[in-house]
């Protein structure tokens, strides 16, 4: 989660008197202009670093995965190829992890979309380790690696640029804008900081908007640097609902909550998953192993339960009719056992890309099987149930799934089946552990 807010830093120097619960006192325009600057420059170089990693790895996964084997003679994606390049992958990544300067960083599986910042020295490892993963199949995406980064770059550079700067200004600002780059919206990045405040006390603290205005000004910079420069889109192939019924509503309802149950079926399994692959104890044991395993379950489940998930959701969606149930089935199955298995054994990543597509093979599944059910309203609700389970992020799943839906008509249907998935979820175990292999709640 996102640490305290940037705009409340200002008071760190000289910080008013505590005032009643019900006062929120006011931020001088002046201390917010201050931190505008500092929250531009953040924003672009976060979106940079996230633009440079992500076409490494598309360059290197082209290379991999058509120059190598088109020049050996072996098929792109044959079951063979899978399982060479996913244990090759391990390997590669397990040396990092082994040798490498601060060992690329925490253990995947205790952190989450922010935290505090790590060493300047762990910053090389930790990217060139998320680049082979993203390269090389890893059901992972780069969010978490990128935060990170960002974190320990903007802290390490804005306290030696800035002293008197509390350092929780750089971390919030850097956790802002990566937000902002990789969703190539600012709107995400203001729903996390917003969840994370929440959890703050409140008395004497500035108001929510005093207190947003720089990781909003962070997040906007990263989110048009990266518009500017790649002109990514969430956008999928299907057909948009323009007036939904009741029976739109009970389909949300119903499909939420049941990929909600689906992916909590994910959060009980993966710690003890996490402490088996943790008593192989060697990273050349657990990251060679855990990349054989990924290989097998590509041989299974195909090329689409590979990588990250953005793009094969896209191929998933252009033609949601041409997917049988049982294959929509193993493919929600392979790739939610594949999410498990490379969070799990140490490969470094994200976990919210991957969930996207789990959760959207599992709602196109319902459709399949009640073909009468809106495939906009079957994909984006199977994406909140599983992201709500996976994340305990509510804002981020409601905004994840409404954006793949693209339609406006859907938010009514989107928030009101959030409730009964909410239900469910709260209070049980997430897909993140503390630093004890216990899951957090």
């Known amino acids: 989660m996102v640490p305290d807010s940037?705009?409340?830093?200002?008071?760190?120097?000289?910080?008013?008197?505590?005032?009643?619960?019900h006062a929120r006192p006011a931020t001088p325009a002046r201390v917010l202009l201050r931190l505008l600057l500092p929250a531009i420059v953040v924003g672009v170089l976060a979106s940079l670093l996230f633009l440079t990693v992500s076409g490494l790895a598309e360059s290197l996964r082209d290379v991999l995965w058509e120059t190598v084997p088109d020049a050996l003679g072996i098929g792109r994606y044959s079951s063979l190829?899978?399982?060479?390049?996913?244990?090759?992958?391990?390997?590669?990544v397990g040396l990092i992890v082994w040798k490498g300067y601060g060992h690329a960083g925490a253990d995947p599986a205790t952190t989450g979309l922010g935290g505090p910042p790590a060493p300047p020295g762990t910053v090389p490892g930790l990217l060139a380790a998320t680049m082979l993963a993203l390269a090389g199949g890893v059901s992972l995406g780069p969010e978490n690696p990128i935060i990170a980064a960002n974190i320990a770059l903007a802290y390490w550079l804005g306290r030696r640029a800035a002293p008197a700067v509390p350092g929780a200004l750089w971390v919030a600002l850097a956790s802002a804008a990566t937000i902002g780059a990789l969703f190539g919206t600012p709107v995400a990045a203001a729903l996390v900081i917003s969840e994370?405040?929440?959890?703050?006390?409140?008395?004497?603290?500035?108001s929510l908007w005093d207190r947003l205005f720089a990781p909003l000004a962070a997040a906007g910079a990263g989110a048009?640097?990266?518009?500017?420069?790649?002109?990514?889109?969430?956008?999928?192939?299907?057909?948009?609902?323009?007036?939904?019924?009741?029976?739109?509503?009970?389909?949300?309802?119903?499909?939420?909550?049941?990929?909600?149950?689906?992916?909590?079926?994910?959060?009980?399994?993966?710690?003890?998953?996490?402490?088996?692959?943790?008593?192989?104890?060697?990273?050349?044991?657990?990251?060679?192993?855990?990349?054989?395993?990924?290989?097998?379950?590509?041989?299974?489940?195909?090329?689409?339960?590979?990588f990250k998930g953005l793009d094969e959701v896209r191929e998933l969606t252009s033609d949601v009719d041409a997917w049988s149930a049982g294959e929509l089935a193993k493919l929600t199955v392979v790739k939610l056992a594949a999410l498990l298995?490379?969070?799990?054994?140490?490969?470094?990543?994200?976990?919210?890309?991957?969930?996207?597509?789990?959760?959207?093979?599992?709602?196109?599944?319902?459709?399949?099987?009640?073909?009468?059910?809106?495939?906009?309203?079957?994909?984006?609700?199977?994406?909140?149930g599983v992201l709500l389970a996976t994340t305990r992020q509510g804002w981020v799943s409601l905004f994840t799934a409404?954006?793949?839906?693209?339609?406006?008509?859907?938010?009514?249907?989107?928030?009101l089946a959030t409730l009964p998935a909410?239900?469910?979820?709260?209070?049980?175990?997430?897909?993140?552990?503390?630093?004890?292999?216990?899951?957090?709640?």
């Open 6 to 21: 940037p705009s409340a830093a200002p008071g760190d120097a000289a910080a008013p008197a505590a005032s009643p619960a």
């Open 224 to 306: 048009m640097t990266t518009t500017l420069v790649a002109h990514p889109t969430f956008a999928m192939d299907l057909p948009v609902l323009t007036h939904p019924g009741w029976g739109d509503l009970l389909a949300s309802l119903v499909i939420a909550t049941l990929a909600a149950l689906f992916g909590l079926v994910g959060c009980y399994a993966f710690p003890p998953l996490h402490a088996a692959f943790r008593r192989l104890r060697h990273p050349m044991v657990m990251l060679p192993l855990g990349g054989l395993l990924l290989g097998l379950l590509g041989a299974l489940g195909g090329r689409l339960t590979l």
């Open 402 to 415: 409404a954006v793949l839906a693209a339609s406006p008509a859907m938010l009514a249907l989107l928030c």
């Open 341 to 384: 298995i490379a969070a799990a054994c140490g490969f470094r990543g994200g976990r919210i890309f991957p969930a996207v597509f789990v959760g959207s093979a599992f709602g196109l599944l319902a459709h399949a099987l009640v073909p009468e059910v809106h495939p906009a309203v079957a994909l984006a609700s199977g994406v909140l």
């Open 196 to 206: 994370a405040l929440t959890q703050q006390p409140g008395p004497g603290r500035a």
């Open 81 to 92: 190829w899978m399982i060479t390049m996913l244990t090759a992958t391990g390997i590669a």
């Open 422 to 441: 909410w239900l469910v979820v709260t209070g049980r175990p997430q897909l993140e552990l503390d630093d004890a292999g216990h899951s957090l709640h």
